[in-house]
């Protein structure tokens, strides 16, 4: 039902705290609890599969897109690379509408997406140098300048969107 995009880097009790949110608000409206793709429980390091390749499929395979909007997401190039993927492989319109965003502070969301109406590929980071510089070598094929700028514009396109 979800792919939820997040940060390691953000407080763990404030995302448990908005998928409960979702999980409750899923359920009182399907009659079931939803269905999560979560990073740390559906992939695995150690296994040969590669995380790039299978990004579009994972998302595309999910029918929600929650962003766990956090203060360190618009600087993780893996947060905004998914972002991306969801947007490269349907419509603005489709995509707007999967887009669950839920902000882990209430008073910093519009701060956090201006913040990604003015992003930089060269200042966001991995955890993982080797999987930034892959991730920068495919940015770089598109164009840094074009993948700021349709990042900068898919921000203000969730401001002005809106999200449940």
């Known amino acids: 039902d979800y792919f939820i995009c997040h940060s390691w880097h953000d407080p763990g009790e404030h995302k448990y705290r908005c998928i409960r ?13 939803p269905t999560f793709w979560f990073d740390l429980v559906c992939m695995h390091e150690d296994q040969s599969t590669d ?3 299978e990004l579009p499929i994972n998302v ?8 766990l909007l956090g203060p360190t997401f618009p600087g993780r190039l893996w947060c905004v690379w998914e972002l991306f ?3 490269a492989f349907t419509r603005s319109e489709q995509a707007l509408e999967r887009i669950c965003l839920k902000q882990l502070d209430e008073e910093l969301c519009d701060q956090l997406l201006l913040k990604l109406s003015h992003f930089d590929v060269l200042l966001a980071e991995c955890f993982n140098p ?3 510089a892959r991730l920068l070598r495919v940015i770089r094929a598109l164009g ?5 700028e349709r990042i900068r514009l898919l921000a203000r396109q969730i401001r002005q969107h809106g999200t449940p």
């Open 130 to 132: 080797n999987q930034q």
């Open 85 to 87: 993927t969801l947007f």
């Open 60 to 67: 595309m395979s999910c029918r929600s897109f929650l962003a």
């Open 144 to 148: 840094c300048d074009l993948f700021n």
């Open 51 to 53: 995380p790039l390749k």
């Open 21 to 33: 949110e979702v999980a409750e608000s899923f359920r009182k409206a399907e009659g079931r609890y």
